[in-house]
């Protein structure tokens, strides 16, 4: 699905109450919503944009490879000249041509550095490399907050659906207990506190509807969908069939993929190659060089000869700055420190992402488990409901005992939405840590 597409799906979303599209039409997909975030979120234009000038920074740097070319001409006026002896006597003018003309043309084309040049370039390659895998850590960044929010949405539609249906049966109740009241076997104390349970049913709705529109507009917004789009979660999410890989796949899964780690290892090789970039300053510099140059008036000679002077060279020119025997010492001692920090910095990162891994993969399986838990406990909470339900319609258990049925059974409901999202978060916790979200 292209995005033009995408976009006029998700504005058909925000006409749910009128109608105009299907219901189909009106579900949007994670997938569909990491799409569009990737062209359109305003948190991750600056990392591309990055990308973009680390990639001119590594042209800058091959511009290095090219030879220095410089030209240069001027125009000058020479004021007459005289001569004395070397005791300060015998004043005597020397008249010289006045028009001063100088044209010259040096080339040189560096063919040995000691590595600096071809350093800079690898380095510059680095950054580039830095800043993608920072464009793709902030996208995976990104996503997951998407999908925290785009769950979060889904919980609460199904929060909303399980008050709604306690509040029908609530009402149910309540009428019910009206009809006995004019028959005289109910006390209005019962209708009061059912009241209050129908009442605080009605203000829990408000709220999850406050929330729905807050995490509405916070999943529209870091995506760059328009505003008055109204997101439909695709109910068929729980229904996937999530791969059971074990903790080790997780764990190699993570050295592979995982942009954190990536990052660090990048900074390792950015320190080594500084540190090699260091050490290409006691190298010896050579080019091959080339000029051209033309002055005049030729004012070596006595009287001075009013005529260009031009010549050109070519050869090789070696340089060799002595002085950085003694100076880049305490730089490269600098250089191999940093290196070792980056060393220790992706050691500690590749600890670090090993725990997360872990500790998420356990909390992955454990929610599995909740949700059988959960299953259980809704089974029994609706049948201690309709037993209780039974029991007082028959005038043998307090309006106490419906309310504590009632509450249990919304309680036993609402923990289940929950753990059904978690399997969901957790796993998606997994595709984050380990780089393939």
């Not at 219901?23 to 990737?38: H, K, R, S, Y």
């Not at 950054?127 to 979060?152: H, M, P, V, W």
């Not at 990536?262 to 080019?287: H, Q």
């Not at 998420?360 to 259980?376: G, S, V």
Request: hydrophobic share 40%; net charge neutral; glycine share 6%.
């Amino acid at each position: 699905m292209n995005n033009l597409r995408l976009l006029r799906g998700l504005l058909c979303a925000t006409l749910l109450s009128g109608g105009a599209c299907a219901v189909g039409q009106n579900v949007i997909t994670l997938q569909e919503i990491f799409t569009v975030a990737e062209t359109n979120s305003r948190q991750l234009k600056p990392s591309f944009t990055s990308l973009t000038e680390a990639t001119q920074e590594t042209k800058v740097a091959r511009s290095g490879l090219l030879p220095d070319i410089n030209a240069s001409m001027s125009v000058s006026y020479i004021g007459d000249g005289f001569t004395t002896k070397r005791n300060l006597t015998d004043y005597q003018k020397a008249p010289i041509p006045h028009l001063g003309t100088g044209l010259s043309l040096n080339i040189n084309q560096p063919v040995y550095t000691g590595g600096a040049v071809t350093g800079a370039i690898e380095l510059a390659e680095l950054k580039s490399t830095a800043a993608r895998y920072a464009a793709e850590l902030q996208r995976d960044n990104i996503r997951f907050q998407l999908t925290g929010f785009y769950l979060d949405i889904y919980k609460c539609h199904n929060l909303r659906q399980v008050v709604d249906a306690s509040i029908e049966s609530a009402k149910r109740v309540l009428a019910e207990m009206r009809a006995r009241y004019e028959q005289g076997t109910a006390l209005m104390n019962d209708i009061t506190r059912y009241e209050l349970l129908v009442s605080n049913l009605e203000l829990q709705r408000v709220k999850l509807d406050n929330t729905l529109e807050i995490l509405n507009n916070n999943l529209v917004t870091l995506a760059g969908l328009p505003d008055d789009t109204m997101i439909v979660p695709d109910s068929t999410i729980l229904a996937q069939s999530l791969p059971t890989d074990g903790a080790e796949e997780w764990q190699q899964k993570t050295l592979n993929n995982s942009s954190t780690l990536r990052m660090a290892m990048n900074g390792v090789d950015i320190s080594r190659k500084a540190e090699k970039i260091v050490n290409a300053e006691r190298m010896p510099k050579i080019g091959l060089q080339a000029g051209w140059t033309m002055d005049g008036p030729i004012l070596v000679e006595i009287p001075p000869i009013n005529r260009n002077l031009s010549y050109w060279y070519v050869g090789v020119g070696i340089s060799y700055n002595i002085s950085s025997l003694f100076k880049t010492n305490k730089s490269i001692a600098r250089s191999r420190t940093a290196t070792r920090k980056a060393v220790e910095e992706y050691d500690a990162a590749v600890e670090r992402t090993r725990m997360e891994v872990q500790s998420d993969y356990i909390r992955y399986l454990e929610a599995y488990e909740e949700l059988k838990t959960q299953n259980k406990s809704v089974e029994l909470a609706g049948r201690n409901y309709r037993t209780t339900a039974t029991r007082y319609s028959e005038g043998m258990a307090l309006i106490t005992d419906m309310l504590d049925a009632a509450n249990s059974r919304l309680d036993a409901e609402q923990q289940l939405v929950n753990a059904r999202i978690n399997i969901i978060y957790y796993y998606y916790k997994l595709l984050f840590v380990s780089g393939t979200i």
